[in-house]
């Protein structure tokens, strides 16, 4: 995990795509580029799917995602300015790890 941390350095700037994790498995495990995919396919179908079920992933060394439930609040609609209430849900959350902290922070 570590080496494919480190293969995908050259990204720092902008987004990693679906598309270069799995280029970056099969550059640095020699899986096939379509097995390389599918695995990335299913392992963010698993995450998805843990966190619908509403629990928390943690990755170790890289942090934890987590379910939270966002209360009804009061807004503005930004075209009209009217008030209007945002009504309550739920969103993803990341905790970063503390030896990822450490290493942002360094």
């Known amino acids: 995990m570590v080496a494919i941390v480190k293969e995908l350095d050259y990204m720092k700037k902008k987004n990693v795509t679906r598309k270069e994790l799995a280029a970056s498995?099969?550059?640095?495990?020699?899986?096939?580029?379509r097995n390389s995919s599918e695995l990335v396919d299913r392992i963010f179908s698993v995450m998805k799917e843990t966190l619908v079920q509403g629990e928390s992933i943690k990755l170790v060394q890289f942090g934890t995602?987590?379910?939270?439930?966002?209360?009804?609040?009061?807004g503005r609609n930004p075209r009209t300015g009217e008030p209007m209430t945002i009504t309550k849900r739920k969103?993803?959350?990341?905790?970063?790890?503390?030896?990822?902290?450490e290493l942002l922070n360094s």
């Open 25 to 33: 498995i099969n550059e640095q495990l020699g899986v096939s580029q």
């Open 65 to 74: 995602l987590m379910v939270r439930d966002k209360a009804p609040r009061r």
């Open 91 to 101: 969103m993803v959350s990341f905790r970063p790890s503390k030896r990822l902290r």
